[in-house]
Nanobody, 124 residues
Framework: QVQLVESGGGLVHAGGSLRLSCAQSGRVFTGYLMAWFRQAPGKERDFVGAIRWSDGRTWYSDSREERFTISRDNAKNTVYLQMNSLKPDDTADYYC?????????????????WGQGTQVTVSS
């Protein structure tokens, strides 16, 4: 099975930047999407963005405001989430997930594998 491990979270001040990493191990499918979700305390798990493993096509939430960028390193089986101009509202646990295909990419229930999460805290 696929295993995902997130890293790179931490505490930053508003306006700062972080780059999260999601390392994939186990069985790897080139047709998979790799996605980032986030979940703040007491809230639903929300879609941030995704990247198609085969060609690097990306999908983003409507609210990202061009502050977040997803990229991949195929050789390392790793996906990155670069987050700039962070705001306190970005504070959440960030999760990496993967699924096959492109159907309902924003729905967390569609994803089969999840990492353990990495915490991002943005102070004002």
């Amino acid at each position: 099975q696929v295993q995902l491990v997130e890293s790179g979270g931490g505490l930053v001040h508003a306006g700062g930047s972080l780059r999260l990493s999601c390392a994939q191990s186990g069985r790897v499918f080139t047709g998979y999407l790799m996605a980032w979700f986030r979940q703040a305390p007491g809230k639903e798990r929300d879609f941030v963005g995704a990247i198609r493993w085969s060609d690097g096509r990306t999908w983003y939430s409507d609210s990202r405001e061009e502050r977040f960028t997803i990229s991949r390193d195929n050789a390392k089986n790793t996906v990155y989430l670069q987050m700039n101009s962070l705001k306190p509202d970005d504070t959440a646990d960030y999760y990496c997930a993967t699924k096959l295909g492109y159907y309902r990419v924003e729905d967390p229930k569609e994803y089969n594998y999840w990492g353990q999460g990495t915490q991002v805290t943005v102070s004002s």
